[in-house]
């Protein structure tokens, strides 16, 4: 088992939030993060540079994870400190396919208008079409399915 770090910040962006109060969920325009291929980092020069092939760094430089819309609890109250579940509809691209996922996502308020993501979602090569890279003519191969960590601090505030 390896893993792959990503310590990538995004700066500031804008998005117009909606919400459609008949289905309980929260849309999001045009809101999307764009995760530098390159950036990923193995913890070994080799490891990176066969990930970065393996994920066609050099003609798809970005893994991108459009947020579409967060499907809200029933109690539609505020977050607070405390992990509240929701679930996230999203539209993954990498290596120049799109995949729509629909991710569990949990959320609490960490600051006065600071809020804290965490999310998951396992990930297989082949439903990309990409083959598990191998070293040492075959004899180390990685495993088809790895999981994607989300771990986002996001500030909101408001323009009038």
């Not at 390896?2 to 289905?23: H, R, V, Y």
């Not at 999203?90 to 629909?102: E, L, P, Y």
Request: proline share 3%.
């Amino acid at each position: 088992e390896f893993t792959c770090a990503c310590e990538q910040e995004f700066g500031t962006m804008k998005t117009n939030l909606k919400i459609d109060e008949k289905t309980n969920t929260v849309l999001f325009p045009g809101t999307s993060l764009k995760i530098k291929t390159a950036g990923l980092d193995c913890g070994h020069r080799i490891m990176n540079k066969d990930l970065q092939k393996t994920l066609q760094a050099e003609t798809h430089p970005f893994i991108e994870v459009e947020l579409n819309r967060v499907l809200l609890n029933v109690s539609r109250k505020e977050l607070d400190q405390y992990w509240t579940h929701l679930i996230a509809e999203t539209c993954m691209s990498m290596v120049d396919k799109r995949r729509n996922i629909k991710m569990p996502v949990q959320a609490r308020r960490v600051g006065a208008n600071v809020y804290q993501f965490r999310s998951f979602q396992e990930i297989r090569l082949s439903d990309w079409d990409i083959e598990p890279p191998t070293a040492l003519l075959g004899a180390i191969k990685v495993a088809d399915t790895f999981v994607i960590y989300f771990d986002l601090f996001v500030e909101v505030t408001q323009e009038n």
